[in-house]
């Protein structure tokens, strides 16, 4: 479990914490966000002053940390959410989440003081984001999201949202704004480094470079007619006979995931979402309008655009997809084996190769070269890298070139692939030279937490903060109890 508690013990990897930052609606979807108007607080009686003649009873205040105060049942909440994630907290406690809650309103206080801004329409945007991504579990049932969350309607489910995503983003950019001046220079890596005893340095993973060439089954030109003429037909059907667009969708359509999200996509002008081809349509269109049909890598598509909200447009899609035939699946096979034999004769390099011959447009022109998408280089850590691809080269020595393997694109269509195997380093200890760019993240990721706790120590003694009950007896690194 890599939850970072910085109150209770910092973790090493800064990282961790940007992202639960940005993330943490995900595991912490029902955390309370009130405002509180005063700062007299009675965390005892749990009571929020208004004014100074009425006060509105509060159920389990635990803590107020500046303008935020965190309820008890926050707490078990967190720990469901974590639970709902995938998250074993068997060995987290109480304190531990309580903590975390601290740190998170500590953040989303200042950022209001030091005047961060976050945009009220970018936070709706994910609302509306988030929303799809749960009707997607549930098939489309809000009732069934309501229940879950126990809220009456939408609205409030939105407006709860809301509040959570705004305090979660102004956490976020207060967080990132503290490390944003943070630099290393490279005397002060090699002073991280040689201040590590030997017996301590780091252990790196076998790290290697993989390349591949790809062959996909050409559609021919008669059955991509055939399912454009077809879309033709639905438009026409239903701009002059009437007939509705969503039963065409529910009969017809082939793509899963509309369904899933009961029958609409909202999309969003500075949002990216979709693939650019069917943005640039659905933006193109008017209210209430149907496109001529238009090709993007997943198929065939019309759009009917429903709604224009702003800069939300509410649309449906009819997508269909041609389909490939055999002969054109045993040639593209045999197209690859003969590249593969033109490579092991020694008649064409790999890189030029799949310069010349791959149908993979992403790694053609860098002959073939697979970019890590974690670290953005070249270079994939054996332990860490994506399970499929593992499977597919862990036999391969170096150089050598694999048979032709069966394998489908982010759309689901078959295709084949050779790869190869270059620049192995294997697992060893840390090496200065060697492994200067991994040593300086590590050395910077140290300083940014040495900042992060000098802010943190700073922010809290500056800051009204009051925590009551049973969480007045955990023993926090961070000094939220002020003694």
């Not at 082939?254 to 002008?269: C, F, I, N, S, V």
């Not at 910077?444 to 500056?462: C, F, G, P, S």
């Amino acid at each position: 479990m890599q939850l970072k508690i910085s109150n209770l013990r910092y973790s090493n990897n800064f990282g961790i914490t940007l992202i639960i930052a940005l993330n943490i609606f995900c595991f912490n979807f029902l955390s309370s966000q009130e405002i509180i108007e005063d700062e007299k607080v009675a965390v005892k009686d749990a009571v929020k002053v208004v004014d100074t003649t009425k006060a509105i009873k509060v159920d389990g205040v635990a803590a107020v940390v500046g303008d935020y105060i965190i309820l008890d049942s926050d707490i078990p909440k967190n720990r469901l959410q974590l639970e709902a994630g995938g998250y074993n907290t068997k060995d987290i406690t109480n304190c531990e989440l309580m903590g975390k809650l601290l740190e998170d309103k500590l953040y989303a206080h200042h950022a209001i003081q030091d005047s961060i801004a976050v945009s009220d329409a970018e936070i709706r945007r994910n609302v509306d984001y988030q929303l799809e991504q749960f009707l997607q579990q549930v098939n489309g049932s809000m009732e069934r999201i309501l229940e879950f969350y126990n809220k009456e309607d939408e609205k409030s489910l939105r407006d709860e949202m809301f509040e959570i995503n705004k305090a979660n983003q102004l956490a976020a950019r207060m967080q990132a704004k503290v490390v944003e001046d943070v630099e290393i220079t490279p005397e002060e890596v090699r002073t991280y480094f040689n201040n590590i005893p030997e017996e301590e340095r780091p252990i790196f993973g076998t790290t290697l470079k993989v390349a591949r060439i790809v062959a996909k089954p050409k559609v021919s030109e008669e059955e991509k007619q055939k399912v454009i003429d077809k879309l033709k037909e639905f438009k026409a059907d239903i701009e002059e006979n009437g007939a509705s667009f969503r039963s065409k969708v529910i009969l017809y359509g082939e793509d899963p995931g509309l369904k899933q999200a009961g029958y609409k996509y909202t999309l969003h002008r500075k949002q990216p979402r979709m693939v650019k081809e069917f943005r640039q349509v659905a933006f193109s269109l008017q209210e209430g309008e149907i496109s001529e049909p238009f090709e993007t890598d997943f198929g065939f598509h019309i759009i009917h655009l429903q709604k224009i909200r702003g800069q939300e447009y509410d649309v449906s899609h009819i997508l269909l997809r041609p389909k490939v035939s055999d002969e054109a699946i045993r040639e593209a096979k045999a197209r690859l084996e003969k590249i593969r034999e033109r490579i092991v004769n020694g008649d064409i390099s790999f890189a030029d190769a799949a310069r010349e011959a791959s149908d993979e447009e992403e790694t053609r022109a860098e002959g073939g070269q697979l970019i890590n998408p974690t670290t953005q280089d070249y270079n994939f850590e054996l332990t860490k890298m994506d399970t499929e691809l593992y499977v597919q080269i862990q036999n391969l020595e170096d150089g050598e070139v694999s048979l032709v393997l069966n394998d489908q694109d982010r759309t689901g269509d078959i295709k084949f692939v050779i790869l190869t195997v270059t620049d192995r380093v294997d697992e060893h200890k840390a090496d200065y030279a060697q492994d200067f760019l991994k040593i300086k993240d590590l050395a910077l990721q140290e300083k940014r937490i040495r900042a992060v706790e000098k802010w943190q120590a700073e922010k809290i003694m500056d800051t009204y903060i009051k925590i009551g009950g049973e969480y007045r007896e955990c023993d926090f690194s961070s000094n939220w109890l002020k003694k």
